[in-house]
């Protein structure tokens, strides 16, 4: 396959087994990426990582720009070596940690200036600095500079922002140079069907390897999305990755997947297992709950991971409760597997014509509750 290719494979409805070409390699979509924000997946190594069926790593532009520097880690030999992952690399743009993170002071067309959350030193990121610094990195896919509004939004500030993303888009494309890598444009239009298709529209126009719809998991009721969903997604373009950045559970994945998204990212899986919550195929586990404090059992008996074969919820509940780096440790490990399991699980559920069968199932065993 040619870099960027994107070849579908088979489908099911509008979910999609496919394979992206990217210069580190192919990857297998539907994909869940881990977000390895400041060059790290936070708690596990990359060999761990590969041992859980980790495909992308995520790194956060915003981040990795305020510390250790991109022109530092392109001296360490760029994002890969630095982090010694081999396999392929996302990064986002910065814009959405510049308007969630940081001391925003001053956003016009050029770009926007803050002040970082770290040292209170100014910074400017614009579409070609936002460029610059991921192409320092080296990364593999390279997100466009946008703008991603917090909800709820107004009309007016929901179609002045697309109105911008669009504009930057192009100062993006016409500023990123690096051949190895893959630009891809995000879509926004806040919670409104008429906003998104016209955003899509937009941003859709401009021939890229890739698409991603942004503006979701920023506060808005998750049913929002979930509905809005299937009147945008099948509508990208059809032989193209289709990216939700920032989703999401379980069940928001299989949602969308049946809703034609190819690829995910989110910080749930590894944020909530350092909090001691497990995602299993029989719902959430609280690992803190009593009722596990001389329970032998694996977290979820269905999981071959590393803490599943090894270690007892009697274990882990006491890691935990003792703030045990290792805890952390293996309650990421098992929540990394498991989301990467049920990507697995999925892409053979539409090779093999079983979609719809596998849907209902995850959709029946992730919302079971804890007893
Ligand atoms: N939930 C989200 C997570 C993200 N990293 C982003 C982003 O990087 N850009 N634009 C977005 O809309 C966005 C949404
Ligand atoms: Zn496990």
Known sequence: MALGEFKVHATAGNARRATLMTAHGPVQTPVFMAVGTKATVKAMTPEELKECGTQVVLGNTYHL?????????????????????????????????????SQLRNMSEEGVEFRSHLDGAKHFISPEKSMEIQMDLGSDIIMAFDECL????????????????????????????????????????????NHRLKSMEQICSVDLPGYALGGFSVGEPIHLMHELLPHVAPKMPANKPRYLMGVGTPTDLIIAIDSGIDMFDCVMPTRVARNGT?????????IKRAEYKEDPSALDPECDCYTCRNYSKAYLRHLFLS????????????????????MEKARAAIAEGRWEEYKNFCLARFAKKEK
């Open 150 to 193: 917090q909800y709820p939004a107004t009309d007016d500030q929901i179609e002045k922002s697309m109105a911008l993303t669009y504009r930057w888009l192009l100062r993006s494309r016409d500023a990123m140079t690096r051949k190895e890598s893959l630009l891809f444009g995000i879509v926004q239009g806040g919670l409104s069907l």
């Open 323 to 342: 703030g045990e780096i290792l805890g952390s440790r293996l309650n990421t490990i098992h929540n990394i597997h498991f989301y990467m399991k049920v």
């Open 278 to 286: 497990i995602y299993t195929w029989n719902g959430k586990v609280s």
């Open 65 to 101: 720009h305020l510390r250790p520097g991109e022109k530092t880690i392109a001296k360490m030999g760029g994002l890969h070596k630095f982090m010694n992952w081999d396999g392929p690399i996302l990064t986002d743009s910065g814009g959405f940690q510049v308007f969630s993170l």
